[in-house]
């Protein structure tokens, strides 16, 4: 059938789409017919809104495709949409359901409809039990909240999006709740919403949501920054094999695809480069912006004293709190011998247990409220009936308690622990020593005598603080060493002097002090030997002084004058550390500092904490949390050398038939064949046999046939 004017445009929607774009006055005519008939489809749809109609889903699209043409026409169209979508949200056909939003997504994208109406439906349909378009509704939401957020902040729109996000965390639905946890958190990580608003709002809500998932999306929230590890580890994994490349390349066949990939690669290397060289942006974890971090942990707590949860969900409600503990310094006594029940060698994941004891402690808790929790680790871990590595990890986790709380300890508690410093097992002794070395910095009068070692200067300086004291410093510690010019202090070490992580230090002086360039361990037995030649020395002077007991009274006059010649020294002494200090503050207030300045007091203060003997410094840094590691981290001796290897060989085949190629004699003393030994001789023997027959002409054959012939003739 031919048409009469051959005019297809009503029933070929991109043609007209086509042309509208381009001359939107020529096709108005065409344009409000097509609107026409989208009214009456869509009127005949809601008697029947289950069922797909395809031809209402293509006018949809292109309404929506050349509705900025026509804006006063098109205006009650995103209204209809949203109504459709509101009424009949979940008995919508999922195809026609995708088709609306696809739409309203166009049409907000051209900025013909308002953000925060879109943004409300949509949140709204997150309660549809349809995966798919949930996902495509979260990455619309962030993705559209980013932009807005792209060149300022919308503080009223952020306001209003954020209050409606907090009656849909309370949602009775628990994927919309879910999801919105997800969306809130997904623009916290992207520095889009990354305020204190936000994060409280997931505290106060999600933390304590009776719907299991977004209970623990919250608390993963708040320990977020072991995903942030995880993903360091990642991204160093996959790192750009850029030499490995070049070298392919320049082996391999030139090809137009491998050309391809190399430039591909080194795309990436220079976006890598650049990364690296990007300075590093810091953002502090939401846990710091709770407003109300102290009853955060109460509810969390009695929470957790009161849930059915499985086990996995009680660590992380005793990690949220221990950290909340550490990070404020709040107190919840009650925290501490909840987790005590748990501290046994057989109980699941103790070792985190272990973690969040240690996290939950600082210097503001009473000892006697720690005290218990040292005691349960040294009579269930710390006992010869367990392993090493059981023992070892007590030690580990006493010592990350003590080094938060050091005033915890009991002296009797800690000479016994210091007693497994010359346990047969290495971890065990490492782990002990590690514990001394502790106290040798914090509290050495807990410890012996013979275990204190060798006094620092830092260490002498130091004071022994009480209960809830605080040092206060009313200078920069170590100018004093901008005070003498004379001096130069040079440390050689593989890190900066900034940041020293424990590192063998090599430290000299020009004036010839720290004679010694040698490394030498922190053993017990150099202390033992120095206490002995002390008390050698305490024997020689009582000697000395028996025999000038039975000298004359010029001697006494004598002695008199040396303790008062020692008086005024200390005195003379105390003064100039005095008139030191009072120096170096004046010119901490004078003066500006530079790079090179504070290099030089770093590197004085850290020449206070080593001495002669002893080339590392002693102090022990304490981390905002703590790690796993330095619990479960057990000394072993490794057995990587050559003969252990064989050990392990030789071990492996015994009870074994013989590995090798199997010939298949029955006596394998007996002789072999020319073929099998062709497989061992040298390549020169059997170079003759390498080389390929030639094949011979014609002409020749004709010759050895006719010789062949006359031969036999002669024969006969």
């Not at 495709?65 to 009949?88: D, G, I, M, R, T």
């Not at 600082?362 to 871990?381: R, S």
Request: net charge neutral; proline share 3%; with cysteine.
């Amino acid at each position: 059938m031919v048409r009469p004017n051959n005019n297809q445009l009503p029933e070929n929607l991109p043609q007209l789409q086509n042309l509208i774009k381009r001359d939107p006055e020529s096709y108005s005519d065409e344009f409000h017919i097509q609107y026409q008939h989208f009214l009456s489809l869509l009127e005949v749809f809601a008697l029947n809104p289950s069922e797909e109609n395809k031809s209402l889903d293509d006018i949809v699209m292109f309404v929506a495709q050349v509705a900025q043409c026509y804006p006063a026409v098109c205006e009650e169209f995103p209204k209809k949409l949203s109504e459709l979508l509101k009424n009949y949200a979940t008995v919508l056909d999922p195809a026609m359901r995708n088709c609306f939003v696809k739409a309203l997504i166009l049409l907000r994208n051209k900025n013909l409809v308002p953000a925060l109406d879109i943004l409300e439906l949509f949140f709204q349909l997150l309660r549809c039990p349809d995966k798919n378009l949930r996902t495509f509704l979260q990455t619309h939401i962030v993705t559209d909240i980013k932009n807005m957020n792209a060149k300022h902040k919308d503080m009223k729109l952020n306001s209003s999006l954020q209050a409606f996000m907090y009656s849909m965390l309370k949602d009775a639905n628990p994927k919309a709740a879910k999801m919105s946890a997800d969306i809130m958190i997904e623009l916290y990580k992207k520095n889009i919403w990354n305020d204190a608003k936000t994060v409280n709002v997931i505290a106060t809500v999600g933390c304590f949501s009776k719907v299991t998932k977004v209970l623990v999306t919250s608390l993963k929230f708040f320990l977020g920054h072991d995903e942030e590890d995880e993903e360091e580890d990642t991204e160093s994994e996959n790192e750009v094999d850029l030499k490995g490349a070049l070298m392919a390349n320049r082996v391999n066949k030139k090809t137009k695809k491998r050309t391809k990939q190399l430039a591909q690669i080194k795309k990436q290397a220079v976006k890598a480069q650049k990364k690296k060289k990007n300075a590093p942006a810091f953002n502090f974890s939401g846990i710091h912006l709770l407003h109300n971090p102290q009853g955060m942990a109460e509810g969390l707590f009695k929470q957790l004293q009161g849930t059915n949860e499985r086990f996995e969900v009680k660590l992380m409600h005793l990690d949220v709190i221990s950290r909340l503990i550490g990070i404020h310094e709040l107190f919840l006594f009650g925290f501490y011998p909840y987790i005590t029940r748990f501290l046994q060698p057989h109980q699941r994941q103790v070792t985190r247990v272990l973690q969040f004891a240690a996290q939950a402690s600082h210097e503001l808790v009473p000892g006697d409220i720690i005290e218990p929790i040292l005691k349960t680790i040294a009579n269930n871990f710390i006992t010869e009936r367990n392993s090493s590595d059981v023992m070892a990890i007590g030690l580990n986790a006493t010592r990350e308690i003590c080094m938060r709380c050091p005033l915890a300890m009991g002296e009797d508690l800690l000479q016994d622990l210091a007693m497994y410093k010359t346990y047969k097992e290495k971890s065990v002794m490492m782990a002990a020593r590690s514990l001394i070395t502790l106290y040798r910095e914090q509290l050495p009068a807990l410890l012996h005598k013979k275990d204190r070692g060798r006094q620092t200067e830092a260490q002498a300086e130091r004071k022994v603080r009480a209960y809830g004291e605080r040092e206060v410093h009313d200078t920069v510690l170590g100018a004093e060493a901008l005070l003498n010019n004379s001096k130069t202090i040079d440390i050689e070490s593989d890190d900066d002097t900034d940041s020293n992580d424990g590192e063998w230090v090599n430290v000299t002086h020009s004036d010839g002090e720290g004679g010694k360039e040698g490394v030498e361990d922190e053993d017990d037995d150099d202390d033992e030997e120095d206490d002995d030649e002390e008390e050698d020395e305490d024997e020689d002077n009582s000697n000395e002084e028996d025999e000038e007991e039975d000298n004359s009274d010029e001697g006494v006059a004598s002695g008199e004058e040396s303790t008062k010649s020692a008086k005024t020294k200390k005195e003379k002494k105390d003064i100039k550390i005095l008139n030191q200090k009072e120096a170096a503050q004046e010119l901490a207030l004078t003066r500006i500092f530079t790079d090179e300045d504070f290099k030089r007091i770093n590197a004085a203060n850290l020449k206070k904490t080593v001495t002669s003997a002893r080339k590392r410094p002693l102090e022990q840094d304490r981390a905002e949390f703590v790690k796993l590691n330095s619990i479960e981290m057990i000394y072993k001796k490794r057995k990587h050398d050559k003969e252990s290897r064989l050990e392990t060989v030789q071990a492996g085949r015994q009870d074994r038939e013989r590995f090798g190629w199997k010939d298949g004699r029955v006596n394998e003393h007996c002789s072999k064949t020319n073929r099998e030994k062709r497989k061992t001789k040298n390549f020169g023997m059997l170079r003759h046999k390498a080389r390929s027959k030639v094949k011979k002409s014609f002409k020749d054959k004709q010759q050895a046939l006719r010789k062949h012939l006359l031969h036999q003739k002669k024969m006969k």
